[in-house]
């Protein structure tokens, strides 16, 4: 198993730019997550889906955008990047309910917004 | 709501110091309770969990106590090494809800020869 895996590893955007942070797992994990870490803080909710095709918003989905099409990929969009966005986002996967339902981290994508 | 409060950092310690990082939580019910650990330039692995009052998660040396008196989820360790500089969150999940992580703002812990 290769757990949760994230693409890029690292990218730097110019303002307005967008992109897409790659996510997927191999678990036929039915939830999914993205999660931005900031500088000496915790973690903030972004985005998260229970399912292929089911999405919600989290604590802070302003300027990303997010579509599950299958189990395994679940990627985040930026539209129009902005220097705020200037994060580590984390996607992560569980399943809810089960032996265990602690959350897997991917290694997680560093963005630079300049 | 639900929230977890973290002792503030930075931590640094002295190889072989006993180690206590102080988690409380605000929730209803009975949530289960997390320690994450992340590692430089890392995702977060889970540590320890307990998922009932009274339980006791260990791993690797460390270990919490769910203790519902309290609302309390220390972390602690007798006997530190370099290896374990990292940062530590405590984190919550709801009953009954499997999709709501909360997170709390993270302990960095420096540990020096």
């Known amino acids: 198993n290769a757990g949760v895996t994230q693409t890029p590893k690292f990218r730097i955007l110019k303002i307005g730019q967008s992109m897409t942070l790659q996510c997927a797992q191999d678990m036929n994990h039915n939830y999914m997550y993205w999660y931005r870490q900031d500088p000496g803080m915790g973690l903030k909710l972004i985005y998260y889906s229970v399912g292929a095709g089911i999405t919600d918003k989290g604590e802070v989905p302003n300027g990303y955008n997010v579509s599950r099409s299958t189990t395994e990929d679940f990627p985040l969009r930026l539209e129009l990047a902005a220097p705020s966005q200037t994060s580590v986002y984390f996607c992560a996967s569980n399943y809810p309910g089960g032996l265990f339902d602690e959350q897997f981290f991917g290694p997680g994508t560093r963005l630079t917004v300049l | 709501g639900d929230s977890v409060t973290q002792m503030e950092g930075p931590v640094t310690l002295s190889e072989e110091a006993f180690l206590t990082i102080n988690c409380t939580y605000t929730a209803t019910g009975y949530p289960s309770l997390f320690w994450y650990v992340q590692y430089p330039g890392e995702g977060l692995q889970l540590l320890l969990k307990a998922t009932k009052a009274d339980d006791k998660g260990s791993n690797k040396g460390f270990e919490a106590t769910y203790r519902k008196e309290t609302t309390s989820f220390h972390l602690e360790k007798g006997s530190v090494q370099v290896s374990d500089s990292a940062v530590y969150f405590c984190?919550?999940?709801?009953?009954?809800?499997?999709?709501?992580?909360?997170f709390g703002t993270g302990t960095s812990l420096t540990v020096i020869p």
């Open positions: 984190a919550l999940i709801p009953p009954n809800t499997g999709n709501q992580f909360y």
